[in-house]
């Protein structure tokens, strides 16, 4: 009797012990096998194993979706320099025209835009990234800018008197939010810009260096792409037309255009993929003044009559981008005619000049293929600006000044 009560009790114990055993070798994972099997197949075979202290994490996991953008970043995990980059004094050391635009098309998010969060500096893929802000460093020097002035100088002289003549340098983001720690950005453009300005010699220097400052708690530049914002160039041309004594229109006078979830050149093209946190909002000012808009080749053959602005979710929203030579009849009956020799920053002004001439060119100093001192006879252009940013200042394609002289 007691060795049937002995081995009762021992299959109990066994059998209690069974039950206990197999519920932990279910869940022994974190997760169910369930739920196993479809994290697998949402992340190509590849399962996610969740620590023990968030289970809960499994829940947030609705719809998973791999990405194909570079993984994001995380600013607490990014080892920064304690040095930041040595800048060269040399003017070897500088780009010579402004980085290359992927002929990819802009991203835009889904996400509405915010005010992003502070975070340390540092660098990616050559962009000085702080405050999910990306910016180009510079390392233009006096010399540079005065070389660049020894050029306008020489066009000065053979336009005339009769012609008036600015240099209209663009600074970058950098010349205004560098952090600390990189402020030769800061100097370096204020060296180049006005090394520049005090080497002119009857041309007329536009400071928009001095113009902007004042305004760099508003959106003047882009923080995702390394062109500024329309309301930047808006100020830089305030400041031409109140160099050249022209009429200038405020910001009333245009309607406010913007679209949210905009993320530039510095996300699409050049990889800085924490910039996806915090898209921003692209916005463009479209004049009440009516207008006629004629596009030109690069030979100044007419393509086509169109709008100031084209559909794209970009930078290429302002007169189609760099591909054209454009003229804007304004309806001003002064006898002003403007030609703006310019780069990519260069396209932002057109909508804040018409007030101000009768006609306004733009053509671009990479690329235009006519004798620019023929243009300017042919079409009596009675003012030029030379409106260009700080790396065709302070490198090898201020020569172009140079070539379209002798086309």
Known sequence: MRKTFVLLLLLISLALLFACVLPLEETSSGVPSDET?????????????????VPSAVESVSSPVASSEPPVVSSESSVVSSEPPVASSEPSSVSSEPPVVSSEPPIVSDEPSEQPPSTEPHIVNGFLVC????????????????????LLNRFK????????????????????????????????TQNCFYGLRDALDGVRFVDVLSALRPHTSEDIYARTDH??????????AEELCKT?????????QFDRCSFDGFLGSA????????????PETFVWYEPKQSCTV??????????????????SKGYTKFIRGDGNAVQIQTGVQNGRKLLV??????????????????EVYFVDIRDFACNILTFIQEHQITDVSFSVSAFTVAGSKRDNITRLMNL
């Open 37 to 53: 099997s479809s994290l697998s197949e949402d992340f190509g075979g590849n399962v996610i194993e969740l620590p023990a202290s």
């Open 227 to 236: 062109h500024w914002f329309a309301l930047g160039a808006f100020y830089a």
């Open 131 to 150: 405050n999910y802000r990306a910016m180009e460093q510079f390392g233009g020097t006096a010399k540079s800018g005065q070389l660049t002035a020894d």
């Open 267 to 278: 996300y699409s093209s050049y990889g800085v993929s924490e910039l996806k946190k915090y």
């Open 294 to 311: 004629n596009y030109y080749t690069q030979k100044f053959k007419f393509s086509s009559t169109g709008s100031l602005f084209s559909s």
């Open 244 to 252: 050249a004594g022209a009429d200038f229109a405020p910001l009333t």
């Open 341 to 358: 020799v310019k780069d990519s920053f260069g396209n932002a002004l057109a909508p804040f000049l018409l007030a101000g001439f009768e």
């Open 157 to 188: 002289e053979r336009v005339g008197g009769n012609i008036n003549v600015y240099a209209m340098p663009i600074p970058l983001a950098s010349a205004f939010y560098a952090p600390e720690g990189y402020e030769r950005s800061i100097t370096n």
